[in-house]
């Protein structure tokens, strides 16, 4: 088992920054690829950012240029640094780690992120 435990999350004004953090723990030897998602109200939950174990990254459209993942390999950890936020970045967002390359996926509790003036 995997436990993932996520904070950082928070109110913050359009323009502001928040950096949300991952920290992965339990029977764990490696993991392929660590992850954040995100689900606004009355949608469905989509991607924002993923990075492998060897750093490749990818990024969905919507939070290229704003948002960069990082991850510590040693700590079993993620970030997420969210800059120039906008309201439609409000969402709960999930951290996400996979294992192996075809799974399986483990999810944190979602941390609640809030732009708004």
């Known amino acids: 088992q995997v436990q993932l435990v996520e904070s950082g999350g928070g109110l913050v004004q359009p323009g502001g920054s928040l950096r949300l953090s991952c920290a992965a723990s339990?029977?764990?030897?490696?993991?392929?690829?660590m992850g954040w998602y995100r689900q606004a109200p009355g949608k469905q939950r989509e991607l924002v950012a993923t990075?492998?174990?060897?750093?490749?990254?990818n990024y969905a459209d919507s939070v290229k240029g704003r948002f960069t993942i990082s991850r510590d390999n040693a700590k079993n950890t993620v970030y997420l640094q969210m800059n120039s936020l906008k309201p439609e970045d409000t969402a709960v967002y999930y951290c996400?780690?996979?294992?192996?390359?075809?799974?399986?996926?483990?999810w944190g509790q979602g941390t609640q992120v809030t732009v708004s003036s």
């Open positions: 996400n780690a996979r294992l192996n390359y075809y799974g399986p996926d483990y």
């Open positions: 990075i492998t174990s060897g750093g490749f990254t």
């Open positions: 339990g029977s764990i030897f490696s993991i392929y690829a």
